[in-house]
Each structure stands twice: as C-alpha cells, then as structure tokens.
C-alpha cells in the first residue's frame, strides 16, 4: 500500500559502502574514474548506472511507475477517508496501522520465504494483486458501498504484496549491479522516487479536485500494471541467492536473520534508531493530513501541494547524497538524515494561520522532512547491503522490516489515539521528540565516526554488467 512507503522514516529501496564512497575517489572496475569524474562536474552518478545496466533499468523504471500511482494514493487515500468517508483521528490511526501490521506479523518469516522463491515472479505477482486490490476502491464507490472496514481490509492485503515486493527488490538490487556501484544505483532509485513522489503528490491533489478522492486511487491501481509489466522484462537468473543450510528451516532462517542484523555493531545501530523514529515517524504521518485539512484549514489542492513540497526537497536532498556522503562518511550522513526529518516535524507543529504564514512555515517543515529521508535512506540500505553477505540478505531484509515497519502499526495507533485525547499539533511535538531520541541513539553509537566502511566478508553479490 501506498502508506508503507511515506512515512518519514520509510525504507525508500535504496543504499552505501566503502567501496561505494570509495568508487568516488578511486577509478574502480566498471568505470569508477567516470563517476569521480561526474562528481565533480555535479553531475549524479546515480543516472549513470541507468545507461549500464539493462536489469537495473527494468527494475527502476518499475519501481518509479509505481511509486508515482502510490504518491496519488498518498493524498487520494486519507482524503477517501476523511472527506468521503467522515473518519475520525482514531479511524485514521487504524486505517495506517493496517497498512503496516503484515510487516509486524509476517516480517521475520518473509524473509525465508523470499529466499526460496523466484525474485522476478515474486515482483510481478506482488504488483499485479495490488492492482486488483486498490482498483477495487473507486468500484466500490461507484457502487455506493465502500466502508471504512473495506479501506482497512484493502490496506492489510496490499501491505502483504508490498512487504514480500520490497524485501524481493531490495535482495536483488546487489545482483543487479556490482557492489562498487551500490551508492550511485541507489541514488538513482531514490532520485528516481522522489521525482515521481513529488509529481504523483501533486497529480493527486488534482485528480482528487477533480475526480473525488476515491477515482484518484484508479491511477495507483493502473501503475502497478504498468510496473508489473516492467519488472517481467529482467533477466536475471531465478535462482537469487546461493543458500546456506539455515534457509531450509523458517525458525532456524529467522534466528539467522535476527543474528546477522543484532551481530554487527553497525546494523545493529542503525536498526535501533531507525526502529525508534519509524514508530515516532507513523505518529505524524497517520494525522498529517487531517492536521493540514481540519487544524489549519487547506483545500485537497493545498494539501498536494504541501505535500509535494517534500517531494521535491527528496529530489535536492538524492542529488545531494552521494556528495555529502563522500564529504562526510555514510554513518555522519545517515544521522544528519535523520536530524533533519526530526526537526522538520516540530517547524510543522509551529505552523499556524493566517494562511500566507501557515504555508511558509510548512514549506520550510516540508523541506526537511523530505530532503532528510533521502539522505537518511540512501545510507540506511546500502549499509544492509555492502556489509551483508547475499546468502543473509533477504533475511536480513525482512528482519530490518519486522522491526522498523513493524513498530509504524504501533506508531499509528498511537498517532490516532494521541491525535484525539491530546489534540493534533500535541501529538505532532511529542512524535518529533521521540524521532530525536532515535537520533541520539545513532549519535552514540559508531556511526558517528563511520567515515568508510569494513570490507563485506563475503563479495559474491557483484555481477558483470547486463
């Protein structure tokens, strides 16, 4: 579903390495002097891995399809439910906690069951049920029959289909490429998502202005056709990952996940503060619309294009990751990532009328909140992948999501209940403190001095170029 991609700490399938920083600085095989080189022109080195590699092109043109009908549904979903629907702030909790229960229920065993299925059907088959599951909504409607309860069965079947598809795509992401192009492939996927967020937000204010919100959704149905068409078009070998003995067993390949992600002191800090400001992070998200409509009072056009303000600060803050990256290490740049988007929420909750200020002041929120999980998520994936051996990675994978998508279904329901007992704005505040302490839980952990990164023990996920 569409909001298991847009919370502020959402895992946006992307990635760094020493490797990755270190290909800026060193020619390295597949042309790593042409990409210092593009650097320094300030041009992205992202866009270059585009022209290289034909499967990865296949795999970023659908994943962009898609996420620019999910960025209508960022907008079209809550406003079914607010406008057409009459939700009230608990309704809106449990209608984002739905979303993200299968990451809490299925996450850990996800992961074991993706190792042993065929990483190009489990796309597909994924893209085409959330095509049947979200058209369903504007049928529903024109039939005069959609309920708040449908909503809530639509979001837990289509989080099922975007849990098994992430953790797929993000496991076949380091077979796609090779491992010294890590960093620039995956800022080219978040580019590429931020592009597309920033355009569907904004399409989907107007197809809501125009259509109603529930007809919006027909979009997002539509590019999930569209983008499993993409996705049929890779090529690259059915059999994923080479297995170790522990796949075979779901208990022994989820304790196998559990170990490599608490094993290594980095993984393992980057998963506490994610998870911390991923459960602080849905609180906000769940109100965020009905802080914009009922507390400051914008139209559904308004509300799109707030929204889209952050989408637009994720494309400067993709364009900017590689750069700060280098400048900074991946560990300062996965904090910076996060101090951002945690500051962004308190400017948000000191927005208020009259509407000239109220706008200022969420476009500044907005540029936080958006330029801060571009940089935050390119670093968070690509320390999953640089420094996880392929045979754990979809296990890992899942383990990550367990626990980060995992805590957002409690962080939603806590949003709601917040959002009605304390007021809006309260509950904005309280969710921005608690992101901060995520962040200090990664200022006090190696990634504060993490300027490259070990060398992965074991590098069999390269491949020579498609």
Not at 35 to 63: E, I, K, Q
Request: charged letters at 10%; proline letters at 6%; one cysteine or more.
């Amino acid at each position: 579903m569409a909001s298991c991609r847009t919370g502020v700490f959402a895992d946006r399938t992307l990635t760094p390495h020493a490797g990755l920083v270190a290909g800026m600085k060193r020619p390295g095989p597949a042309g790593g002097a042409g990409r210092t080189d593009a650097v320094r022109r300030g041009l992205s080195p992202g866009l270059m891995v585009l022209g290289r590699y034909r499967d990865f092109r296949w795999l970023f043109a659908g994943n962009s399809v898609s996420l620019l009908g999910s960025s209508v549904t960022v907008v079209a979903l809550p406003l079914t439910a607010v406008v057409y629907l009459h939700a009230s702030p608990g309704q809106m909790g449990f209608l984002g906690a739905a979303a993200l229960l299968p990451h809490l229920v299925l996450g850990l065993p996800a992961g074991v069951w993706v190792d042993r299925m065929p990483y190009r059907r489990v796309l597909v088959l994924a893209d085409l049920a959330q095509t049947l599951l979200l058209g369903s909504v504007p049928v529903l409607a024109v039939l005069g029959v959609l309920r708040i309860w449908q909503l809530y069965v639509v979001a837990v079947l289509a989080g099922i289909c975007n849990l098994f598809e992430t953790v797929t795509a993000q496991s076949l992401t380091p077979r796609l490429v090779p491992r010294q192009q890590l960093l620039p492939a995956n800022s080219a996927l978040m580019i590429g998502s931020a592009t597309v967020g920033t355009t569907g937000v904004a399409l989907g204010g107007i197809l809501v202005s125009l259509f109603t919100a529930p007809f919006a959704i027909a979009a997002d149905a539509a590019s999930f056709l569209l983008a499993g068409l993409c996705k049929a078009q890779i090529r690259v070998p059915e059999l994923a990952v080479v297995k170790d003995g522990s796949s075979g067993q779901p208990r022994a390949g989820i304790l196998a996940g559990l170990r490599v992600v608490f094993g290594h002191q980095v993984i393992r800090a980057v998963t506490l503060a994610a998870t911390i400001g991923a459960l602080a992070g849905q609180m906000q998200a769940v109100i965020l619309v009905l802080y914009l409509v009922r507390g400051l009072g914008l139209s559904g056009a308004l509300v799109g294009a707030v929204v889209a303000v952050g989408g637009g600060a994720g494309i400067l803050g993709a364009l900017q990751a590689i750069r700060i990256t280098a400048r900074t290490g991946p560990g300062p740049a996965f904090i910076i990532g996060m101090l951002l988007a945690s500051c962004g929420g308190l400017v948000l909750a000191a927005a208020s009328r009259p509407l000239a200020l109220a706008l200022v002041t969420l476009v500044i929120a907005q540029a936080l909140r958006g330029a801060g999980p571009s940089l935050f998520g390119v670093n968070q994936q690509t320390l999953r992948q640089a420094l996880i051996p392929p045979t754990a990675l979809s296990r890992a994978n899942a383990t990550w999501r367990f626990l980060v998508y995992g805590m957002q279904p409690i962080g939603a329901l806590l949003g709601g209940l917040a959002g009605s007992a304390l007021g809006l704005r309260t509950t904005l505040v309280i969710s921005s403190a608690a992101m901060l302490v995520g962040t200090a839980v990664a200022c006090l952990s190696p990634l504060r001095t993490l300027r490259e990164l070990p060398a992965q023990q074991d590098d069999r996920s390269e491949r020579p170029a498609a």
